[in-house]
């Protein structure tokens, strides 16, 4: 009586421990937010002319986010959800470096005109 006992008290923990484990597995959500957010970001860092100016982090941003979408289309949504956020991050890098080059390449621009509107002056003023 007590061997059965025991066998049936070990069955029943048995059996809550799988239930908990496939609760636990089913626990965390599809990150759709978190793909449709990369997403967004890498169409952002590529209209910011990302390709030119940060080629190397758009590039990675769009593996990750490749990476994670298998991971979602094999229900492993912690895997997704981590690289969706790591694309993200990667996006948003390379959206801030495109347009700090693009910031940079327009001061250029505008020292090289102010430098020959300054030459242009000395020139017209000797005659």
Do not use: W
């Not at 597995?25 to 209209?47: D, M, R, W, Y």
């Not at 390449?105 to 430098?115: E, F, G």
Request: aromatic share 6%; charged share 25%.
């Amino acid at each position: 009586m007590y061997t059965s006992f025991l066998r049936n008290l070990l069955l029943t923990f048995c059996f809550v421990s799988i239930i908990l484990l496939i609760s636990a597995c089913n626990s965390i959500p599809k990150p759709v937010g978190e793909l449709a957010s990369a997403k967004a970001q890498i169409e952002t860092a590529e209209t910011n002319d990302a390709n030119h100016f940060a080629p190397v982090e758009l590039d990675r941003a769009k593996t990750k986010l490749n990476e994670a979408e298998k991971a979602a289309d094999e229900k492993n949504y912690a895997t997704a959800k981590r690289l969706a956020d790591e694309s993200l991050s990667d996006g948003k890098l390379a959206t801030a470096k495109a347009s700090a080059a693009r910031a940079q390449k327009s001061a250029q621009d505008m020292r090289d005109t102010i430098q020959t509107m300054g030459q242009e002056l000395e020139r017209v003023q000797r005659y």
